[in-house]
């Protein structure tokens, strides 16, 4: 799927991996990560400094630093389109049935299409980070405080709290 604006999300990502309260950020994630039995931990970024970068569709920022050698666990949010970029790391990824290897944002050679998830609503996905950690920034077209998830199979939802 081509999307116009990855370009602009390539971007925010590069502007988000110069603050160094962002590599702070994701140094504390990677620490929590370690102690958590959760298969993810996050925390949500402030788009006002994107603001006029960040095209208009997109209203939340989030990291997210995913357990190695575990499925994240299949899901789908009903309230929002997902970008995804693969910031540290690597795996497979299943979206919408299709099965496919994980590319870093800095991945040389490859394209925006190539490297972003571009996930719809109430499409089903998940991650497997091979052999370490992996370290993603997520956009959303919902606010911070009201992104929805759906386990897949059981059905049970959870609504997101904004974490600094």
């Not at 994630?29 to 102690?35: I, N, V």
């Not at 970008?83 to 994980?102: D, L, P, Q």
């Not at 993603?136 to 911070?144: G, I, P």
Request: with cysteine; proline share 5%; net charge negative.
């Amino acid at each position: 799927m081509k999307i116009a604006y990855l370009d602009k999300l390539d971007r925010a990502v590069a502007l988000l991996l110069g603050q160094r309260a962002v590599r702070d950020s994701i140094a504390r994630l990677k620490r929590e990560m370690q102690a958590s039995p959760e298969p993810f931990v996050w925390v949500t970024l402030d788009c006002g400094p994107l603001a006029g970068v960040l095209p208009p569709e997109i209203r939340s920022a989030w990291i997210f630093v995913l357990k190695r050698d575990t499925w994240s666990g299949a899901h789908y949010h009903p309230n929002s389109i997902q970008h995804m970029v693969v910031i540290e790391g690597g795996g497979r990824s299943k979206v919408g049935g299709g099965e496919r290897r994980m590319l870093r944002y800095d991945a040389a050679g490859s394209t925006p299409d190539e490297r972003w998830y571009v996930i719809d609503k109430n499409v089903p996905h998940e991650f497997l980070p091979e052999g370490s950690d992996v370290v993603v920034m997520s956009f959303h077209t919902c606010e911070q405080d009201g992104l929805v998830e759906i386990e897949v199979g059981a059905g049970q939802s959870r609504v997101y709290e904004t974490r600094a």
